[in-house]
């Protein structure tokens, strides 16, 4: 979809390991973002990036961190993961800011035991 | 900072049947918008956007969105709608200068046949 992949498409670990998801993107955009879906919170900002090593906090920060050594890939970890970070992850990438929209990877879903 | 509301979780149409999904903003200057698209189990997918101008924009798969800026609004609407409609439909605002969009919570349409 638009030069964008996510690994893995689906993952269960349990509480208390460390877990990375992993965005790839060919397009060579700019501005890549972690947002988490949820039944009645729609999407949720996790993290962004505006470059490479470039990086900033979203709404729902807390637990997560991010790496972005390479334009093409935005890596996303979860240091100890817990069952309340249950969800879906989809990352998206933008050429300029956001004025051109979002294109979106497929999602990653992951099940905290 | 912007946020955005829709009002309706869930609706139900008829196929054929004229279709308005709403969304209201909150933001202090003249806002970006969007609506995008999510079929079960796939990423999201840019429907339109409006920057300036024309407040009746045009996207893809028949949809368009009225901006009105003395309700604070961007329905979303579908005079005939087909069954591939069915979908969770996601409104989301950008600020200017911000690098990030924020998204409502989602309205889930249901076709019946």
């Known amino acids: 979809d638009a030069g964008i992949t996510q690994s893995p498409r689906h993952k269960v670990t349990e509480t208390g390991t460390p877990v990375t998801l992993r965005c790839h993107q060919t397009?060579?955009?700019?501005?890549m973002y972690w947002y988490r879906q949820d039944p009645g919170h729609g999407l949720r900002l996790i993290h962004y990036?505006?470059?490479?090593?470039?990086?900033d906090k979203g709404e729902v920060s807390d637990g997560y961190s991010v790496s972005r050594s390479k334009t093409e890939d935005f890596l996303l970890t979860l240091e100890s993961a817990t069952s309340s970070q249950t969800s879906v992850y989809f990352c998206?990438?933008?050429?300029?800011?956001?004025?051109?929209?979002?294109?979106f990877g497929s999602g990653t879903r992951l099940t905290v035991v | 900072a912007q946020s955005v509301t829709q009002p309706d979780i869930h609706i139900t149409v008829s196929e054929g049947a004229s279709l308005e999904l709403r969304c209201n903003y909150s933001y202090g200057a003249t806002p970006y918008l969007f609506w995008y698209v999510q079929s079960p189990g796939q990423g999201l997918q840019l429907l339109l956007k409006?920057?300036?101008?024309?407040?009746l924009v045009q996207g893809i798969k028949g949809f368009e969105a009225e901006f009105k800026r003395s309700q604070s609004s961007f329905n979303l609407r579908k005079p005939s709608v087909h069954w591939s409609d069915a979908a969770e439909y996601f409104c989301?605002?950008?600020?200017?200068?911000?690098?990030?969009?924020?998204f409502g919570q989602g309205t889930r349409l249901t076709i019946n046949p």
């Open positions: 409006y920057f300036s101008g024309d407040t």
């Open positions: 998206a990438i933008s050429e300029k800011q956001y004025n051109y929209g979002y294109t």
């Open positions: 397009e060579n955009h700019r501005y």
């Open positions: 990036s505006y470059g490479v090593k470039d990086t």
């Open positions: 989301a605002v950008g600020a200017q200068g911000a690098q990030k969009l924020v």
